[in-house]
T-cell receptor, first 110, second 115 residues
Framework: QKEVEQNSGPLSVPEGAIASLNCTYSDRGSQSFFWYRQYSGKSPELIMFIYSNGDKEDGRFTAQLNKASQYVSLLIRDSQPSDSATYLCAVYSSASKIIFGSGTRLSIRP | DTAVSQTPKYLVTQMGNDKSIKCEQNLGHDTMYWYKQDSKKFLKIMFSYNNKELIINETVPNRFSPKSPDKAHLNLHINSLELGDSAVYFC??????????????FGEGSWLTVV
């Protein structure tokens, strides 16, 4: 079992719709959870982090964390073509390492 | 000003050569990292230093040797380069305290191609 799992996609969403990206993790002792966006040929950039159960909203982005289910998700409202990128889920594990999933490729179609 | 900068950005070299990638951060962070991203975009940690001390050393061939002269710099030296070393190498840094302090900030990446 991979430590951080994501569906590789591609996930195709129409412009203006909600994009839902999911991530599961294996280490129950994980403390912090991050979503990064990576455009092709660029470095990952932080979108948001979450460490408490529930929802955290930042503009069009909402991160959701459920530690009991070991599940974290990212919702993107009013999807724009500029949101087309690879989204990386990252977890700060109990071994004091930040471990990344393999990413989900998101494509927003006009 | 670039927060995490690494050089060179592109590097093409022959098998068997030795090369180095340099990294510097001006964020005042205590922890620095090297990550490798392969052709399938999987981002895997290689090394982590906290205040010049090695704290994470993943299963990486001995040909890879990190060096941190101070907490703002972390260099990566690779001996006897192999074709499989071709990848993007990202330097990164983070504050090491608190949950939000674990947020990693990446450099722009160094594209290494071994021919």
């Amino acid at each position: 079992q991979k430590e951080v799992e994501q569906n590789s996609g591609p996930l195709s969403v129409p412009e203006g719709a909600i994009a839902s990206l999911n991530c599961t993790y294996s280490d129950r002792g994980s403390q912090s959870f991050f979503w990064y966006r990576q455009y092709s040929g660029k470095s990952p950039e932080l979108i948001m982090f979450i460490y408490s159960n529930g929802d955290k909203e930042d503009g069009r982005f909402t991160a959701q964390l459920n530690k009991a289910s070991q599940y974290v998700s990212l919702l993107i409202r009013d999807s724009q073509p500029s949101d087309s990128a690879t989204y990386l889920c990252a977890v700060y594990s109990s071994a004091s390492k930040i471990i990344f999933g393999s990413g989900t490729r998101l494509s927003i179609r006009p | 000003d670039t927060a995490v900068s690494q050089t060179p950005k592109y590097l093409v070299t022959q098998m068997g050569n030795d090369k180095s990638i340099k990294c510097e951060q001006n964020l005042g962070h205590d922890t620095m990292y090297w990550y490798k991203q392969d052709s399938k975009k999987f981002l895997k940690i290689m090394f982590s230093y906290n205040n010049k001390e090695l704290i994470i050393n993943e299963t990486v061939p001995n040909r890879f040797s990190p060096k941190s002269p101070d907490k703002a710099h972390l260099n990566l030296h690779i001996n006897s380069l192999e074709l499989g070393d071709s990848a993007v190498y990202f330097c990164a840094s983070s504050r090491s305290t608190g949950k939000a302090g674990n947020t990693i900030y990446f450099g722009e990446g160094s594209w290494l191609t071994v021919v």
